[in-house]
């Protein structure tokens, strides 16, 4: 089984450090390599389209990249956070832009074994489970059509939270009024409020 480094990222960079709910303090991963993170707050879920199969990847000793479907666990914030480093960067290879599961002995320990690989210096990292059960994320997932869809530029958002953040705001109420039209957010500030009204972004 192949993971993305953007799955892996998920599980570093956007795993809570301040619940006492041990098993939020990594992300769940999923037999299609999906990596799910929340702190009863904020929920991310990460899925990549197609990581492709473990037969691709180079031999690395140790580590069996294909095998049996992965039997979901928690992968702990600082197990992910020494993956993302481990892994190569900038590769033409894609493959090697990935890391491999081995979902054999991942299942069987309490350990999770994932190998790197640049075909010059390959590594295996042994990373510890997170015991205890990960809430159900599914519960909270809306599952009802949404009565409109915008599309947004992540760049224009970033802008905006950026100031709206130096401004101190406190809370952003979004409101869409019909597909595909502006989006109105309204802001909460220390002296007052910011309405800003953002475009859509149309995907061609």
């Known amino acids: 089984m192949l993971m993305t480094r953007n799955a892996i990222r998920n599980a570093a960079k956007l795993t809570t450090t301040e619940d006492?709910?041990?098993?939020?303090?990594?992300?769940?991963?999923?037999p299609d390599?999906?990596?799910?993170?929340t702190d009863g707050h904020y929920l991310y879920k990460y899925t990549p389209d197609n990581p492709g199969s473990g037969?691709?990847?180079?031999?690395?000793d140790g580590i069996e990249t294909t095998g049996p479907a992965l039997e979901p666990f928690i992968l702990s914030r600082d197990g992910a956070a020494a993956l993302l480093k481990a892994l190569p960067t900038k590769q033409s290879i894609?493959?090697?832009?990935?890391?491999a599961l081995d979902t054999k002995q991942t299942n069987e320990n309490g350990q999770a074994f994932f190998a790197?690989?640049?075909?010059?210096?390959?590594q295996i990292i042994r990373t510890q489970k997170l015991l205890g059960k990960?809430?159900?994320?599914?519960?909270?997932?809306?599952?009802?059509?949404?009565?409109?869809t915008v599309t947004l530029g992540v760049g224009l958002l970033k802008k905006l939270l950026t100031e709206l953040s130096a401004m101190k705001a406190?809370?952003?109420k979004v409101e869409t009024f019909?597909?595909?039209?502006p989006v109105r957010l309204t802001a909460t500030v220390s002296d007052g409020k910011v309405e800003a009204v953002l475009m859509p972004r149309y995907e061609s």
């Open 20 to 30: 006492p709910r041990y098993s939020l303090n990594g992300a769940l991963v999923e």
């Open 33 to 37: 390599g999906s990596t799910v993170t």
């Open 55 to 60: 037969e691709e990847f180079p031999n690395v």
């Open 94 to 99: 894609p493959v090697l832009n990935l890391a």
């Open 116 to 122: 790197v690989s640049d075909l010059e210096t390959p």
């Open 134 to 148: 990960f809430p159900n994320y599914q519960a909270v997932m809306p599952k009802e059509e949404p009565a409109a």
């Open 170 to 172: 406190t809370t952003v």
């Open 178 to 181: 019909a597909e595909d039209k």
